[in-house]
T-cell receptor, first 114, second 112 residues
Framework: AQSVTQLGSHVSVSEGALVLLRCNYSSSVPPYLFWYVQYPNQGLQLLLKYTSAATLVKGINGFEAEFKKSETSFHLTKPSAHMRDAAEYFCAVSDPGGGNKLTFGTGTQLKVEL | DGGITQSPKYLFRKEGQNVTLSCEQNLNHDAMYWYRQDPGQGLRLIYYSQIVNDFQKGDIAEGYSVSREKKESFPLTVTSAQKNPTAFYLC???????????FGSGTRLTVV
């Protein structure tokens, strides 16, 4: 069974600083990879996805992620954090041909400080 | 605008009661999913359905039941057999593999 590991359940950055949220996956085939954001008491919103096209994926709100097969990673970055980026972020993976079931990581809570 | 509607937003259940959470979508998506979210555990798959009148168990199906009689609707029943039902429940749908899910805004269930 595939799995997703998000390193760091809580990450704190200063406003204007680089945001780096880590995600590593285990999959026997090149997977589909996703990042979602969740604000308190709301559903999840898709930030970006990798589906075997360009390895550097740009998403909404200035976020991007790079698929690195050799490292089995799909880390999420944003050059300059804003207060509105404070939320919980989830990495998810699915195997092509696997019925489109997503396996989610345990989430990283991002705090942005002044 | 198209989307997924979950209702109610908050639900309280007494011990021994069955409760049903509603999930309706007008996106014309074939596949629908139910996830349970607990603090620090991410999202865990309860049930999913890829087509009308068919559904499969996810990783934590015990104590839950679903139906998929219409493409637009995928209700989840939390039965009295679910011993720890207090959680945030999320419904999602998608149109095809690799497309990503659209999520509802969730239902928070509390046992009183």
């Amino acid at each position: 069974a595939q799995s997703v590991t998000q390193l760091g359940s809580h990450v704190s950055v200063s406003e204007g600083a680089l945001v780096l949220l880590r995600c590593n996956y285990s999959s026997s085939v090149p997977p589909y990879l996703f990042w979602y954001v969740q604000y308190p008491n709301q559903g999840l919103q898709l930030l970006l996805k990798y589906t075997s096209a360009a390895t550097l994926v740009k998403g909404i709100n200035g976020f991007e992620a790079e698929f690195k097969k050799s490292e089995t990673s799909f880390h999420l970055t944003k050059p300059s954090a804003h207060m509105r980026d404070a939320a919980e972020y989830f990495c998810a993976v699915s195997d092509p041909g696997g019925g489109n079931k997503l396996t989610f990581g345990t989430g990283t809570q991002l705090k942005v400080e002044l | 605008d198209g989307g997924i509607t979950q209702s109610p937003k908050y639900l309280f259940r007494k011990e021994g009661q069955n409760v049903t959470l509603s999930c309706e979508q007008n996106l014309n998506h074939d596949a629908m999913y139910w996830y349970r979210q607990d603090p620090g555990q991410g999202l865990r798959l309860i049930y999913y359905s890829q087509i009308v009148n068919d559904f499969q168990k996810g990783d934590i199906a015990e104590g839950y039941s679903v139906s998929r009689e219409k493409k637009e609707s995928f209700p989840l029943t939390v039965t009295s057999a679910q011993k720890n039902p207090t959680a945030f429940y999320l419904c999602a749908s998608t149109r095809q593999e690799g497309y990503g899910y659209t999520f509802g805004s969730g239902t928070r269930l509390t046992v009183v």
